[in-house]
């Protein structure tokens, strides 16, 4: 098995936030905390593009590197999960991540605490037993021990969010952007979605 | 009487004293921190327990399927 990723298709996101809502449900998240969301750059500008952003699970995760409590570890599959019970709620994996991923449920508050750092799992749960009450309480469900992906990239409608394997989902994207072909339309459906298979004939 | 008085008197000076020295001790907090390695909980596989029951390669071949149906194309063509 190898690592497993996820891959936003910027042609695709139509930012209906569908991911961020099935996420939220899924793991009965607090308010305030939002492990994925959708960025839009030229928002309302003929040509914008939306992508969802969350953990991105890197190869070599700087919030691993900076985690004074050592809680922050990454399993076989390269998802990076951490331990709850052992956070600090510094915040230093909030200022080491480029992408914002680690949230804080109680934001900056008095004395500066925080709370216990949160962020996207893969839908792989957290360092408890698979399944059970408490790792549902504190990381939310484990859908990769049900031999499913997480749920914002199942739920995506236009598959613009892919999660799994990152060869497999390498190989989807590839043949989607085969089927596009360039200089077709720089924005719109044949970008996304591609020619239809007796035209590009 | 008046000796039995006295050592429970001193009974509860020693306990209190003694409770009140506990308070004054760090316990450390986290296991064995060793700069660089994972510090927190063990963690179980994906494929141990419930579904899967162990079965490694039962697992990857329905994640594998779950993958393959994010490609609409192989879906409606």
């Not at chain 1, 951490?82 to 008095?110: E, L, V």
Request: aromatic share 8%; glycine share 12%.
């Amino acid at each position: 098995m190898a690592r497993m990723k996820f891959l936003c298709d910027a042609e695709r996101c139509i930012e209906c936030n569908s991911c961020v809502t099935a996420c939220k449900n899924e793991h009965e998240v607090p308010w305030g905390v939002n492990r994925r969301r959708v960025v839009t750059i030229n928002d309302g500008v003929p040509g914008e593009r939306s992508m969802s952003v969350a953990c991105m699970h890197c190869s070599d995760a700087p919030c691993i590197a900076v985690c004074p409590t050592n809680v922050i570890y990454q399993t076989e599959e390269g998802v990076v999960l951490h331990d709850k019970d052992g956070c600090i709620g510094c915040g230093y994996c909030f200022y080491a991540c480029p992408f914002g991923a680690p949230q804080f449920p109680n934001g900056p508050a008095a004395f500066g605490a925080r709370g216990k750092m949160d962020k996207c799992t893969f839908c792989a749960g957290g360092p408890e037993e698979n399944g059970s009450q408490a790792e549902l309480e504190k990381y939310g469900r484990n859908r990769l021990a049900e031999g499913k992906l997480p749920l914002c990239a199942e739920m995506c409608s236009t598959k613009a969010l892919l999660g799994g394997d990152a060869t497999e989902i390498s190989d989807i994207f590839r043949d989607r952007v085969l089927r596009r072909g360039k200089g077709v339309e720089a924005w719109g459906w044949m970008t996304a979605y591609g020619k239809d298979k007796e035209e590009a004939k | 009487m008046k000796a039995r008085i006295h050592s429970l008197a001193l009974a509860g000076v020693v306990t209190l004293a003694a409770a009140m020295l506990a308070g004054c001790g760090e316990r450390p907090q986290v296991g064995k921190l060793e700069q660089g390695k994972y510090a927190g909980k063990a963690d179980t596989r994906p494929w141990e327990g419930g579904t899967f029951k162990g079965d490694k390669g039962a697992w990857e071949q329905a994640e594998r399927n779950r993958v393959r149906a994010q490609n609409e194309y192989k879906r409606v063509e």
